[in-house]
Structure formats: C-alpha cells, structure tokens
C-alpha cells in the first residue's frame, strides 16, 4: 500500500476498507498518512474488525513510514494487543540501514519486519568500490610461473606476489573462522596437523593453530572458455551467505571498532615476497 492509496479515498478508514476487502490474506495497511496513533491505528483495526474478524483471519499487518519508530511501533503494539490483534505484524521503512536498525532495537522498538530500500541498492555508506589491475605472476613459454610484485610507499599497497591459493581456517570445537591463509598455488595446506600463523606486516605477531579445518576458498568456474560450475539458486547463495556469516565472530562483526579478520601468508609466500622487495632496493 502507497499513500497515494490512502489519499485516492475521502477517508483514511475508506481507503482501508477497500484494500481489505480487495487482499484479506495480505492486509497490511500504511497507517501514517495524517496521523498514525489518532487515526492510522484505530481505523486499521476499524477495517480488521469489520472485513477479517468475520472471515476468522487473524493475520495481518500495518507498516509505518515516518516518525519516531520506536516510540510509534511500542505504542502501536499497546493499541493492537488491546485491540486483541496480538498476531498483527509491525513493519517499517523510511531510508534504513543497519545503524538505524541496531539503535531501533536497543530502543526497544516493536518491529516485526524492515524494509530496506534505497539504502541496500545505493551502498550510500561505500558508493565506490575501488578495484586497480595487479599482475601477481607470468607463465613462460616451458611453464615456469615467475613472481611479480607492485612496489609502493604505501604500505597496503604493495601486491602479494605470485599465482596463489586461498584457505579459509574454521575451528572444529566452534565452526568459528580463525583466519584467511594465503599460499603459493602449489602449496597444500595439511589440516591434521598443527600450524603457526603469523601476521604478514608484523611478523613477531604469531598464532598456533590447532583441531582446525582447512577449506579452499577459490573453485574454477571456467576452464578454456567453458563454464564448469553449477550455478546456485537465488535461495541457495542467501543460505550459504547467512552460514558464512554465521562463521564470524561477533566482535568480527561489530559495527564500531571491530576485531580484525587477518589474512596471513604462508612461510614460503612471505618468503618470496621479501626476496622480491629485497632485490628491488627495499
């Protein structure tokens, strides 16, 4: 339902009637056109009462499009319980995004559902993504793989060199990421035993790894020009996006000051790093 819906109608409780009538399996009705607790409310449970209560349907919903959220969606919720419509959903929309979401519901806010709009198609927090061409590696023609590396005075600019592999460390006990190990291609990383990571820009900074799984982040998709991977369904990569994310800490994945994810390198891909700034006078 848009406002426009609403305003089409010589009366907000008109203009809820007919929608009602028009969609009773999937009545939620926009309650914040003129006034959302004087009038919005009461006429939605008005037309609830009148068109639903008789079909015996109990489901249903009102969305809130303006205003304070917290406030209005706690106040809502008094109005509809009371009303005996405990099973009314609460949504909400108005240009959010997940700061807003997280201090809506450390407010205690009474929202059923968030829609998200122009802020999830925007990235209005992020609006360029920055992505620069790197060669890492040449092959010559007897299939030697000779490292190559970008040199820069900016620290976080200078490339990992070479064709390289990516694993991903999951602790057994917890299914929790450990860290991100980068490796020369021919490298394979062997699970069953011990390892000790380090960080690739402070060295003296280790970690022993232990009762751990190694998984290979990158798959092929095309080989010599033909596709060679099944292609997942829209709710197969949402599923394996939620797990991902599920494998991160939380203190990874706080909005303010987070820990920080480490991707390391192995001894040998460090190694042929160093000998490569070493031998270009760094």
């Given at each position: 339902?848009?406002?426009?819906?609403?305003?089409?109608?010589?009366?907000?409780?008109?203009?809820?009637?007919?929608?009602?009538?028009?969609?009773?399996?999937?009545?939620?009705?926009?309650?914040?056109?003129?006034?959302?607790?004087?009038?919005?409310v009461?006429?939605?449970?008005?037309?609830f009462?009148?068109?639903?209560?008789?079909?015996?349907?109990?489901?249903?919903?009102?969305?809130?499009?303006?205003?304070?959220l917290?406030?209005?969606?706690?106040?809502?919720?008094?109005?509809?319980?009371e009303?005996g419509?405990?099973?009314?959903?609460?949504s909400?929309?108005?240009?959010?995004?997940?700061?807003?979401?997280?201090?809506?519901?450390?407010?205690?806010?009474?929202?059923?559902?968030?829609?998200?709009?122009e802020?999830?198609?925007?990235?209005?927090?992020?609006?360029?993504?920055?992505?620069?061409?790197?060669?890492?590696?040449?092959?010559?023609?007897?299939?030697?793989?000779?490292?190559?590396?970008?040199?820069?005075?900016?620290?976080?600019?200078?490339?990992?060199?070479?064709?390289?592999?990516?694993?991903r460390?999951?602790?057994?006990?917890t299914?929790?990421?450990?860290?991100?190990?980068?490796?020369?291609?021919?490298?394979v990383?062997?699970?069953?035993?011990?390892?000790?990571?380090?960080?690739?820009?402070?060295?003296?900074?280790?970690?022993k790894?232990?009762?751990?799984?190694?998984?290979?982040?990158?798959v092929?998709?095309?080989?010599?020009?033909?596709?060679v991977?099944k292609?997942p369904?829209?709710?197969?990569?949402?599923?394996?996006?939620?797990?991902?994310?599920?494998?991160?800490?939380?203190?990874v994945?706080?909005?303010?000051?987070?820990?920080?994810?480490?991707?390391?390198?192995?001894?040998?891909?460090?190694?042929?790093?160093?000998?490569l700034?070493?031998?270009?006078?760094?």
């Amino acid at each position: 339902m848009a406002h426009a819906w609403v305003q089409m109608f010589d009366s907000e409780y008109e203009a809820f009637k007919a929608y009602v009538k028009m969609f009773p399996n999937n009545a939620t009705l926009l309650v914040d056109t003129y006034n959302t607790l004087k009038s919005g409310v009461p006429n939605a449970i008005r037309a609830f009462n009148e068109i639903l209560k008789p079909m015996g349907i109990t489901k249903c919903g009102i969305r809130l499009d303006s205003g304070d959220l917290a406030y209005l969606t706690r106040e809502a919720r008094k109005m509809l319980d009371e009303a005996g419509w405990t099973d009314c959903k609460i949504s909400v929309s108005n240009s959010l995004d997940e700061y807003i979401i997280r201090d809506l519901l450390r407010q205690g806010a009474q929202i059923d559902m968030f829609g998200v709009g122009e802020r999830l198609i925007t990235a209005k927090s992020e609006p360029v993504f920055g992505g620069v061409y790197k060669l890492a590696a040449i092959e010559e023609p007897d299939g030697t793989v000779v490292p190559k590396i970008k040199i820069s005075e900016n620290v976080e600019k200078i490339t990992n060199p070479h064709h390289k592999k990516l694993y991903r460390f999951y602790a057994k006990d917890t299914g929790k990421a450990i860290a991100d190990y980068l490796t020369v291609y021919d490298e394979v990383v062997d699970d069953s035993k011990d390892m000790t990571i380090f960080d690739p820009d402070a060295t003296w900074k280790t970690k022993k790894v232990y009762n751990f799984t190694a998984r290979e982040l990158q798959v092929p998709v095309f080989k010599g020009g033909e596709l060679v991977y099944k292609l997942p369904s829209l709710e197969e990569i949402r599923a394996y996006c939620l797990a991902q994310v599920d494998t991160l800490w939380d203190e990874v994945k706080r909005f303010d000051n987070p820990q920080t994810y480490y991707v390391d390198l192995s001894q040998k891909l460090w190694d042929i790093k160093y000998d490569l700034l070493k031998s270009n006078g760094r």
